[in-house]
Nanobody, 122 residues
């Protein structure tokens, strides 16, 4: 079993930055993704990273502003959020999978964290 614990969320003004962390425990997992969910909306893909960190995908809405990375020695994945906008507000969830690819779909991930709140004020 894998447990994921996110941290690093908070309240920030538009244009600001945050760094989210997700620590995995239980065993090593292969691929990570970050998803976000705004109030009243479905959970949507933000970024994903392969097991070696050599394959990375971003949603168009965050490309150029967010950066995903991982530290395999710590079994931790990060999401650097720069140039934040009010529409980035939501609960950010870390997800993990051992499936062959880190695809941008909720159904591709087997393990989920509780999420961390990101609020961007205008």
């Amino acid at each position: 079993q894998v447990q994921l614990a996110e941290s690093g969320g908070g309240l920030v003004q538009a244009g600001g930055s945050l760094r989210l962390s997700c620590a995995a425990s239980g065993r090593t997992v292969s691929r990570f993704g970050w998803f976000r969910q705004a109030p009243g909306k479905e959970r949507e893909f933000a970024a994903a990273i392969s097991s070696r960190g050599d394959r990375i995908n971003y949603a168009d809405s965050v490309k150029g502003r967010f950066t995903i990375s991982r530290d395999n020695a710590k079994n931790t994945v990060y999401l650097q959020l720069n140039g934040l906008k009010p529409e980035d507000t939501g609960v950010y969830h870390c997800a993990a999978t051992d499936r062959p690819a880190a695809l941008p779909y909720v159904s591709n991930y087997d393990y989920w964290g509780q999420g961390t709140q990101v609020t961007v004020s205008s």
